[in-house]
Structure formats: structure tokens, C-alpha cells
């Protein structure tokens, strides 16, 4: 399975089209997961969706088609938690208010909170400290977004991930209709106003000298021109929420979509005293309609779930016949060939063929490396607890920060950092952009059971993009990975050894009837991996070094050909 933007290639989705039409690039893929800047969004680089509509910027149905011509299979996002500010929606009730027909679309924070908490001065209610210290929370502070109803109130909505607020300048003229300013006063309100929104300062702070009819009046100016960006929470005790998601559904299967990744779904379900992460078994409940409605348009849901392995959430969603994402094998992966042992990798495996779970596996993506994910809890020896030590984890992290890599966070509801959430680099950087390690990382990923996803970047050997992550202001730490290939950048890629062994791995992988049989795991010393793949006269057979990082890859078919790839 390819993964990338319709633009990380080239300007255009056709652009990637036409990637996948050279002769080097035929046979790889029989998938393709593109992100979702294939809808209409305008925040976190498409997780912020307007609506589930073609992007006609980067996307055209002459595309769709050449990808189907291509056999190649499509899988988009659901994002099932949040939808933009700007969406249709949204906006209708910016400008009904309580009229509008999607009031309980999205999740009034006082609402939900009331009998639960105090009302503070900054008008929104903080929850009790017993329901505060459950929350589980992606950003410091409170997840709310105050919006500004038509009737002037201001009202927090529920918003757990991105969010940003700008102020506009205003005119004299602005404040025309305004009785009782003079002309002086009031263009020394406006000079006043604009050098505080240049300032990012209070801008309640420049107007209080004014009498208080005057300040709300010109508040009020103010707050009419300020825009939002943010991931509002749908509220999913409404009945319209899910007739939108059938309405995505739909209109997913009709772009070509045969799997539909539940981005941000453990966060859906919502109570006053819960952790309002993955509450159970109401979120149990809101899966199993959402697999109802999905079987409709025979669409194969893939919860996309980050939590420690220690909690063996992993282990309860495959159970329910789930495909889940491995983020344990990224670390494992780094892990390995860095430290020269398959222990951890090895115990990992025999897990994934003991509970016949299904996987999509992956080294790099767009987002970051996972690490929290590795971290053992609860009762239990510490190898039954987590995948690695907590000194082995802090290495791996040590290690890819040392090579230029960027940190994400999880924070308490005090704003205090709790853990470390991810590490954002790309996989070749965070290997210390070493080829023959980024090469056997590859050659065990496809030997893994699951469905391999490949980002495009670790295709190409990417490099981390430290301007663009400067660029990115507070979330830029994410576009250390992201930076788009230019079709003379396929060319040149295309003669570079690395990325032409990686395509003859990916194609044997693609290609071998013998990954549709059964995998034995080997290892005749700590240091040393072998993985084996048999589906009757089918074979292939991956024998690795990960001390020296050489390996070598033989397929045998059943016409009696033989092929040996050696990595030395």
C-alpha cells in the first residue's frame, strides 16, 4: 500500500498517477491510502475536513479512473470526531445560532458540563477536579474553542485537537455607527485596536478606559471580524452526525474507497466522569453501528488507535475482528537494528500469529514515529507489561533526537507534560540516513505479516525537512516528514540504488503467492533473523544480520524458478 498527499508528488494527484506509471513503479502497488487534503480542509494538513467533496485543487475524477485502470485499490479517512469550523454545518449555526438545525450537531462544552463543575470567570465551566484528572488530553489546557453566536454571546465548544483564532484589523469606518465616540476618539481606537492584534496582545485591555456601554459596543466590532481555524467534536448523541457518516460512507464508495481508516474514533464517545478515551463500552457501541453502516457499501473499517501496549487495546480491537495499525513495529524496527538484537521484534511476531491479528504495518507516515505506544502498564512481569524497557524506549528517542528528530507530547489537564507521545522524523533520518539500515528496515517490513504501507518519502531515502518544520510554527514538527518529491526529484530517485532495491523487495512482496501462506520466525542467535514464507511449492525467505545490517532475500516459485537478492 503506497501512502502520500494527492500532492506529495508533483502539484497534483495526477501527478502521482503518473508516477505510478513508469515501468519502475508497475507491479509494486496494488493499494493506495491518500490522505485526506483529497477533501476539502483548511487546517492539520487535511485532518480538519470542510467536507467529504473532491479537493478540485489537487483531485479529478480522470484520476480516480487512471488508479482503477491501474488496479490499484483506495483507502481514505473518516475523520469520526471532528469536523472544521468551516464546515457547512458549522457555519450554519454560526449564523442561526440557536435556530440553526446543527446546534447539537457539535458539543457546547457548558452544556455538557452542567451540574458537573463550576462556572469560572472566563465563562465556561471548569469541570470538578475528579472528572478534570480523567481527562485524557492532546494539547495543555482546556479543549474549547469560544465561537461568538449572532445574539453576541460567547459560547466554548468542545475541541480536542487544533484550533487557531485570528483578530482583523478595523477601520474608522467600522466604527461609524457607533454613538458617543468622537472622530479623535475614535481613531485612537482603531490605531489602539490594530497594534494590539499586530501584538498578539489583550486586545479587552486597549478599550477599558471607555465607559462600558461604549467598550462592549466596540468589542463587538472587533469580535465580528475575528475568524476561526479548529477540529470542532461532533457530538454523537445526534441523530445527524449519523446520517453524515452514512453520507460519507456513501460518498467514499462512490470515489473508490475499499478501506476507510477511523482517524481520532477513540475520542468520540464522551461522559461526564469518564477519561472520554475510549470509554467502554460506549465506544464498543458507536464501532459496531459504524461497521452496520459501513457494510452497506462493503467498506472494511480500520480503527486507527494509539495507546500504550501495556493496555492491550490492540489486543481488544483485533478481537473484535478489527484490522488495526501496528505502531509497536516502527520502534521495534529502530530498535533492532540499532541495539543488533531481534528479541523484541521476535516476541512481537509471535504475538501478531498467536492472536491471528490483522495489521496494516509501516515504518514511517504522516505523522511521527510512535513511542508512547511501546510503554508497558498494569499488573505483570515488565516483558509482559511492554514491548521494551523504559531505557530501551528513552534510547530509541535519545537516538532519533541526536539525529535531528523533533518531539510531540501528551499533556495533564495543568498543562504539564505526562509523556512523550511521538517523534517526528523521517524513518531514513531517524536510522542516521544509513542505506543499508533503511534498506533491511524495508526488507523486514515486508516480511511482517499484515498489509505493508510504504510513505513515499522513506521510498525515496527522504531527508528531515528542518525548514519546513520551522516554517510550521507550533504543529510544524510534523513537516519534518513531509516534503514533496517534484517529478524531476522521482527522475533522479529512480537511478539511486537504495530506491530500486527497495522497489524489487516491494514487487516480490507484492507479487509472491508464498505471503499468502504461513510465516515460520527463526533465530539461531539474538543478532541474527530469519523470516519464512510458505504457501505450498511458494517460498520466500528473508535472513538477516542486524549487527552488519547485511541480508539476504530468495524466492522460489512453484514453476521451479529460483531468485536470490543479496544485500551485503
Known sequence: MLNAYPDSIGNRLAD????????????????????????NSDLDRGFSIIDYNLNDALVSREDLKALKELGILLKFDLVLNHLSVGSPQFQDMLSRGDASEYKDFFIDWNEFWRGHGEMGSEGFIVPKPEHLQKLFMRKPGLPILKVRFPDGSERPYWNTFYQQVDYHPISLGDLASIDGLSPSGAENVVNKINAAIVAKQDLRSVVVELPAALRERVMSVVER???????????????????????????????????????????????????????????WHYLSRLRDLASKYDLVLLPEIHCEYGVKLHEEVAGEGYPIYDFFFPGLVIDALDRGTSRALRKWIAEVQQRKMQTITMLGCHDGIPVLDLKGRGQGTPEEKALLSEEEIDGIVERILARGGRVK??????????????????FFSALGEDERKLLLARALHLFMPGIPQVWYLDLFAGKNDYEAADRGGAAGHKEINRTTLSLKDIEEGLTRSVVLQQLALIKLRNSSPAFDGDLEVRSPVDHRLELHWRKGSDEAILKADLRNHSFTVERRSSTGEQAMLDFP
Do not use: C
Not at 505510478?20 to 491518500?34: D, H, K, Q, T, V
Open 16 to 39: 502521482t498517477v503518473q508516477m505510478l506509471r513508469r515501468p519502475e513503479l508497475r507491479g509494486a502497488f496494488s493499494l493506495f491510502y491518500i490522505l485526506p487534503t483529497f477533501f
Open 225 to 283: 471580524k475575528r475568524t476561526y481555524l479548529g477540529q470542532m467534536d461532533l457530538n454523537a448523541r445526534s441523530e445527524k452526525v449519523w446520517q453524515f457518516y452514512e453520507d460519507t460512507f456513501r460518498k467514499l464508495k462512490e470515489y473508490g474507497a475499499t478501506l476507510v481508516r477511523l482517524d481520532a474514533f477513540a475520542y468520540l464517545h464522551k461522559e461526564p466522569g469518564k477519561t472520554n478515551f475510549f470509554n467502554k463500552p460506549e465506544t
Open 409 to 426: 507530547n501528551l499533556y495533564g489537564p495543568d498543562g504539564r507534560k505526562i509523556a512523550y507521545y511521538q517523534v517526528n522524523a523521517t
